[in-house]
C-alpha cells in the first residue's frame, strides 16, 4: 500500500464547476500538507500549503485537511479551462533543519472543458 | 527572481550509457533537492542537499546514481549505467533552507532509455 494514495482520473468537467480533489494518506507522521499544479511539460507549482488539520481559502482554491480521516481534500470553485492540469497532493512529518522531506501522491488529472 | 534552471530539457540515450543533469536553483537558496518522477506518478525525492552537504539520500540508488554539490550552488545528478526503467523526469528543486520552506520546482529533464 501506497503512503499517498491519489485517483489517477481523468476528471473532465465543464467550465464554471465545482471541483473536488482528494488524497487519503496512511503515515499518521504527517502534519505539512500541500497542493501542486503540474501543467503538461512543467515542474509543479505549489497552490496551497497547510500545517495540521483544517481549512484554508486562496480566492477560488480552499484545502481541507482532516487529520483523523487522514484525508485531504482541494475544492476548486468557478473551474476555467486554465486550471486544466495534473494536480499533486504532497506532504511532509516532522520537517529536517533543512527543509521539507516531501511524499507526493500520483496525481489526478482535470480536464476543464469550456 | 529567475526560477530553477535545468538541463538538458530533454535526453536520449541507450542502456548501459552514461547521462547527467544539471540545476541551477533560486539564487540564495540554500536547500536543493533531486527528484524522479515516472509517468503517471507522483514525483519521488531521490537526495536532499543543504549547502554542499547531503541531508538525505536514503531513496537514491547509489549503485548507480550520483549526485553532487560542491560549492553548495549548482548541483548535478548522474547515472552510470543507465537502465530502461531509469525513463523518467528528472525534476530539481530548491528552497530557502528553513524547516518548512516551499520548494520550488524547474521544469525537469525527460530522460528516454532505449
Known amino acids: 500500500q501506497k503512503e499517498v494514495e491519489q485517483d489517477p482520473g481523468p476528471l473532465s468537467v465543464p467550465e464554471g464547476a465545482i471541483v473536488s480533489l482528494n488524497c487519503t494518506y496512511s503515515n499518521s507522521a504527517f502534519q505539512y500538507f500541500m497542493w501542486y499544479r503540474q501543467y503538461s511539460r512543467k515542474g509543479p507549482e505549489l497552490l496551497m500549503y497547510t500545517y495540521s488539520s483544517g481549512n484554508k481559502e486562496d480566492g477560488r482554491f480552499t484545502a481541507q485537511v482532516d487529520k483523523s480521516s487522514k484525508y485531504i481534500s482541494l475544492f476548486i470553485r468557478d473551474s476555467q479551462p486554465s486550471d486544466s492540469a495534473t494536480y499533486l497532493c504532497?506532504?511532509?512529518?516532522?520537517?529536517?533543519?533543512?527543509?521539507?522531506?516531501?511524499?507526493f501522491g500520483g496525481g489526478t488529472r482535470l480536464m476543464v472543458k469550456p | 527572481e529567475a526560477g530553477v534552471a535545468q538541463s538538458p530539457r530533454y535526453k536520449i540515450i541507450e542502456k548501459r550509457q552514461s547521462v547527467a543533469f544539471w540545476c541551477n536553483p533560486i539564487s540564495g537558496h540554500a536547500t536543493l533537492y533531486w527528484y524522479q518522477q515516472i509517468l503517471g506518478q507522483g514525483p519521488k525525492l531521490l537526495i536532499q542537499f543543504q549547502n554542499n552537504g547531503v541531508v538525505d539520500d536514503s531513496q537514491l540508488p547509489k549503485d548507480r546514481f550520483s549526485a553532487e554539490r560542491l560549492k553548495g550552488v549548482d548541483s548535478t545528478l548522474k547515472i552510470q549505467p543507465a537502465k530502461l526503467e531509469d525513463s523518467a523526469v528528472y525534476l530539481c528543486?530548491?528552497?530557502?533552507?528553513?524547516?518548512?520552506?516551499?520548494?520550488?520546482f524547474g521544469p525537469g529533464t525527460r530522460l528516454t532509455v532505449l
Open positions: 504532497a506532504m511532509s512529518g516532522m520537517n529536517n533543519n533543512a527543509g521539507n522531506m516531501l511524499t
Open positions: 528543486a530548491s528552497s530557502r533552507g528553513r524547516a518548512a520552506d516551499t520548494q520550488y
